[in-house]
């Protein structure tokens, strides 16, 4: 198990596989501040546009 771990600690690859999660995670939580911020804005502009047309 040492020996494992030793050769993943030096290996060059795995420090690929980390910045490609860290890049994935940073573009999940974008996409997840804009999904609210943007859920937001079409749900005034539905609200809106509903009380125009009940009107």
């Known amino acids: 198990m040492k020996s494992i771990t030793c050769r993943l600690w ?5 420090q690929d596989l980390v910045e490609y ?4 995670a940073f573009l999940v939580l974008a996409s997840a ?6 859920s937001q804005t079409i749900n005034a502009l539905w609200t ?8």
């Open 10 to 14: 030096r290996d060059r690859g795995a």
């Open 21 to 24: 999660t860290l890049l994935m």
């Open 33 to 38: 501040a804009l999904y609210l911020n943007v």
């Open 48 to 55: 809106a546009i509903s009380s125009r047309l009940a009107t």
